[in-house]
Nanobody, 122 residues
Framework: QVQLVESGGGLVQAGGSLRVSCAVSGGTFGSYVMGWFRQAPGKEREFVAAISWGLGGTNYRDSVKARFTISRDNARNTVYLQMNSLKPEDTAIYYC???????????????WGQGTQVTVSS
C-alpha cells in the first residue's frame, strides 16, 4: 500500500519562506511523477508543481514560477516544495501526489497524501 505523508507546513509572514516535504512508502518512488497541489478555503484544488521520475523535469503553475522549487531525493523517497516570497494568496492545504505518467499532465494522480496547512499572514 502506497502512503504519502506531508510535513513542514506552518504559519509564515508574507515574503517569507517555507519548505514542505512528502515522504513516500510502500511503492516504487523512483518510478513516480510527484506533484504538489493545494486547496484554499472555498476553492477547488489546483496544481502547483510536478517533477518527473528520471531526469528531474519539472512543471509549475504560472503563479508560483520563480518563487517555488520542487525537488526530489530518490534515496530518501521524499519530494520537497521550497516556497519563497510567499504571499497571502498562497495560503492553502498543500497535498503531495504520485502517479505514473508525464510531468506535463497535471491530472491522473493516483496516490494522495493527507495534506499540510500553509498559512501566510499579511
Amino acid at each position: 500500500q502506497v502512503q504519502l505523508v506531508e510535513s513542514g507546513g506552518g504559519l509564515v509572514q508574507a515574503g517569507g519562506s517555507l519548505r514542505v516535504s512528502c515522504a513516500v512508502s510502500g511503492g516504487t518512488f523512483g518510478s513516480y511523477v510527484m506533484g504538489w497541489f493545494r486547496q484554499a478555503p472555498g476553492k477547488e484544488r489546483e496544481f502547483v508543481a510536478a517533477i518527473s521520475w528520471g531526469l528531474g523535469g519539472t512543471n509549475y503553475r504560472d503563479s508560483v514560477k520563480a518563487r517555488f522549487t520542487i525537488s526530489r531525493d530518490n534515496a530518501r523517497n521524499t519530494v520537497y516544495l521550497q516556497m519563497n516570497s510567499l504571499k497571502p494568496e498562497d495560503t492553502a492545504i498543500y497535498y503531495c501526489a504520485a502517479k505514473y505518467g508525464t510531468v506535463s499532465n497535471p491530472y491522473d494522480y493516483r496516490y494522495w497524501g493527507q495534506g499540510t496547512q500553509v498559512t501566510v499572514s499579511s
